[in-house]
């Protein structure tokens, strides 16, 4: 049986076997902290019997105005424990944090132009593919920023694909 929750400081102690994956990217402490202080309520993971780490997911909300966005800044699930659904479920609780919660317009993720397993998945859990953003990893694979509107968006503006990829300083931060 899993366990879905909220993401706690002993986890950062427990996590590493799940960023092995060559697609995932990995950040310093100090950036997982403070995700899990300013945006506790988008840091969830997924729990195994014996409490062995399955799975993460953590983000934010960001963004001013229509751009007002949940993001999810990572997800990822332990080789062993996919083709279970887990990606799909803690997308949901992002997504619903972003949609109920802080009414958020839209959710919003990049996912490297070469992973087609994950390009895949999000676009089954409703997400399209709104940019393409040139060298966005590392300065050397484009970068697709996928987006999937909310309840608030409801012309879908938030949605509508650009025509032409972008470059990483056109993105816009907060």
């Known amino acids: 049986m899993t366990t879905l929750r909220r993401f ?3 986890d950062l102690l427990r996590f ?3 960023n092995l994956d060559h697609l995932t990217e990995t950040f310093n402490m100090s950036f997982y902290m ?3 202080a300013r945006w506790p309520d988008y840091f969830h993971v997924a729990e195994a019997p ?3 780490i399955m799975g993460y997911i953590m983000g934010k909300v960001e963004g001013q105005g229509e751009s007002w ?4 800044t990572a997800v990822s699930v332990a080789p062993e424990f996919r083709r279970q659904q887990l990606a799909k479920k803690l997308m949901n609780l992002l997504e619903d944090v972003s949609d109920k919660i802080d009414k958020a317009y839209f959710v919003d ?3 490297r132009a070469s992973n087609t397993p994950a390009i895949k998945m999000y ?3 409703g997400y399209i593919v709104y940019r393409r953003v040139l060298r966005y990893y590392s300065g050397e694979e484009d970068g697709l920023d996928m987006r999937k509107a ?5 012309e879908k503006k938030s949605v509508i694909p650009l025509k032409r990829p972008i470059t990483p300083d056109e993105l816009e931060y907060d």
Not at 69 to 72: A, E, L, R
Not at 150 to 154: A, F, G, K, N, W
């Open 8 to 10: 706690c400081c002993d």
């Open 16 to 18: 590493a076997s799940v």
């Open 34 to 36: 403070t995700y899990l």
């Open 50 to 52: 014996g409490n062995r």
């Open 69 to 72: 966005h949940g993001h999810v």
């Open 109 to 111: 993720l990049f996912v």
């Open 123 to 125: 676009e089954k859990l």
């Open 150 to 154: 909310l309840s608030r968006d409801v």
